[in-house]
Structures are given as structure tokens and as C-alpha cells.
């Protein structure tokens, strides 16, 4: 298996990647990037969709969240 300080390689990589100015947010860039990345370890393509998806559900979630906490706090 593949320790974890490659995988976070990886992760930042991505998040690299998605801080090319060519969408918002980097959305559509990042997610290929990710499946692409992880791919070339090895891992099935659907593994990683599933979990780069999940991530962005979770980070919007949190950013929501957020939002609403500071709106109701003003």
C-alpha cells in the first residue's frame, strides 16, 4: 500500500492544480486532476471519483454552514 505521504502529495498537487485561474473555485479541474493522479497509483477510477466527490460535497457543506453562522451572527 501507499502511505499516507503520498497520498497527501498528491492532495496537494491537486490543490495545486486547482488554483489555475480557469474556472471558479477550480471546479472541473481539480476532479480529473485527483482521478488522474490516483489513477496512476493504482487506484480504480471510480474509488477516487467517489471520494474527490465527496470531498467537494463536504466542502461545500462546511462552507454553507459557515456562511450561515457568520450571517445570523451579524
Known amino acids: 500500500g501507499y ?3 503520498i ?3 498528491l492532495v496537494s498537487i491537486t490543490f ?3 488554483l489555475i485561474p480557469i474556472t471558479i473555485s477550480g ?3 481539480k476532479e480529473p486532476a485527483f482521478v ?3 489513477y496512476t497509483l493504482g ?3 471510480d474509488i477516487s471519483t467517489t471520494v474527490i466527490l ?3 460535497i463536504i466542502q461545500y457543506i462546511i462552507g454553507a454552514i459557515s456562511y450561515m453562522i457568520i450571517s445570523f451572527n451579524e
Open 3 to 5: 502511505g499516507t505521504s
Open 7 to 9: 497520498c497527501n502529495i
Open 16 to 18: 495545486i492544480i486547482s
Open 27 to 29: 471546479v472541473g479541474i
Open 36 to 38: 488522474f493522479l490516483f
Open 43 to 45: 487506484i480504480p477510477i
Open 54 to 56: 465527496i470531498a467537494l
